[in-house]
């Protein structure tokens, strides 16, 4: 039995490039015999093919070119095997087509020219730079596994980052090397051999419910559900919290627009709030503004529109957080626009009712430092909803 193995390469920066040009050199094989056996296909007018061996033969030729002397740099089975996979898929191709016919692809029937038989269904494609996978055969003969690093043809010792899990007292089958878009791979084919376990005879019984997972007629205790035990609940009852902590930044980073709600991080709506401030002047300040186009003028009139908008949800967001008597939200409120840590009197109310500094609160929001140092009148949480009603 062939047990697949993958194993993540850990390759220096110029192991690295040599693997990139191994891929890219098996991608050029590939479609150059791909090429040739679409060619040979028109010429003849027949789903024929090339045989492997000649293409073979036509590659080492054009590898004497100089043109194509750059092929020389990596192993000679990359580009042999990219070859034979090329045939390969030409022949899967036409088992396909004489198992189940040959039919013409709907989206190019949907194209209205002139269809050939590239067109058909499971004919082999062309492998893109951009789309296709990069991905190198390596001999198996040539390659050396070791508990730590493989010694690749052309390459040398590329690192394992999981050392011991290829065996290497074995015999691989097909080894590749193949990039998933941010790491190299190595995975290869390994015969292992199993065991094949002697029935005893013996007849068991297993009933599953509800409470326990199961009850075995072997076993002398039933199997216990996992789902009914404390730690379960306890982190179920944790997930709850989360969820809902979740939901109250998910409601609170909601900002309404005119047509839907878009959602923004605190810290950035934050900033965005600040600038808007800054950028707005003071009463009885004047400023000089340069001479400004009629494009510009129309920009700063949709700034200063959205931030008097903003403005105007703010207080809004204000009074519905007094009226709801969310104290969490007025004292969070009041933190993020002055840095005044407000302090909940909740503790000190009899009765379990909850005390706020509403004044305070508003006050503070509104920037009224004066008034916030002198008021210091608690309200209880009828009044603070009637005073901001």
């Known amino acids: 039995m062939i047990t ?15 693997l990139w040009k191994s891929a890219g050199t098996a991608r050029f094989a590939y479609n150059w015999a791909l090429d040739r056996q679409i060619g040979h296909m028109k010429a003849t007018g027949k789903l024929g093919k090339i045989k492997d061996n000649e293409l073979r033969k036509g590659l080492t030729e054009l590898k004497r070119t100089e043109k194509y002397s750059w092929l020389y740099e990596v192993s000679n089975n990359v580009a042999k095997q990219a070859v034979k996979d090329a045939c390969e898929a030409i022949d899967r191709f036409h088992g396909e087509g004489k198992k189940h016919g040959y039919r013409y692809r709907a989206a190019a029937t949907k194209s209205g020219r002139e269809l050939d038989f590239t067109d058909f269904e499971g004919f082999p494609r ?8 990069a991905s190198f055969y390596h001999d198996t003969e040539k390659l050396r596994v070791y508990s730590d690093h493989v010694h690749l043809e052309k390459i040398g010792k590329v690192g394992l980052a999981e050392h011991d ?34 029935l005893t005879g013996e007849t068991i019984g297993i009933d599953l419910g509800i409470k326990e997972l199961a009850i075995v007629s072997s076993f002398d ?29 998910y409601e609170k980073n909601k900002i309404k627009t005119e047509r839907a709600y878009k959602f923004t991080k605190t810290k950035k709506h934050r900033e965005i709030r600040e600038r808007s401030k800054a950028d707005t002047p003071k009463a009885g300040q004047h400023t000089t503004e340069p001479h400004t186009s009629g494009d510009d003028q ?44 407000v302090q909940n009197a909740g503790h000190r109310a009899g009765g379990g009712r909850q ?35």
């Open 126 to 133: 062309f492998k893109s730079r951009k789309r296709s996978k």
């Open 221 to 249: 205790k039933p199997i216990g559900n996992i789902n009914k035990t404390a730690e379960v609940r306890r982190l179920k009852k944790k997930l709850k919290r989360k969820q809902r902590q979740i939901s109250r930044k």
């Open 4 to 18: 697949a193995k993958k194993v993540r390469l850990l390759p220096t920066e110029g192991q690295e490039g040599q």
């Open 298 to 341: 129309d920009s700063e009139n949709q700034a200063v529109e959205g931030s008097r908008r903003g403005s105007e949800r703010e207080r809004d967001d204000e009074k519905q957080a007094f009226v709801e008597g969310d104290s969490g939200a007025v004292f969070r409120h009041v933190r993020d626009h002055t840095g005044v840590q």
């Open 165 to 198: 899990r290829i065996p290497t007292d074995r015999k691989y089958a097909n080894p590749r090397i193949t990039h998933d878009g941010k790491y190299w791979y190595i995975s290869v084919g390994v015969e292992q051999e199993f065991e094949k376990p002697e």
């Open 355 to 389: 005390v706020l500094s509403i004044e305070q609160a508003m006050f503070a929001v509104r920037g009224d430092q004066k008034r916030l140092e002198t008021q210091g009148q608690d309200l209880y949480l009828p009044e603070m909803r009637a005073r901001a009603e």
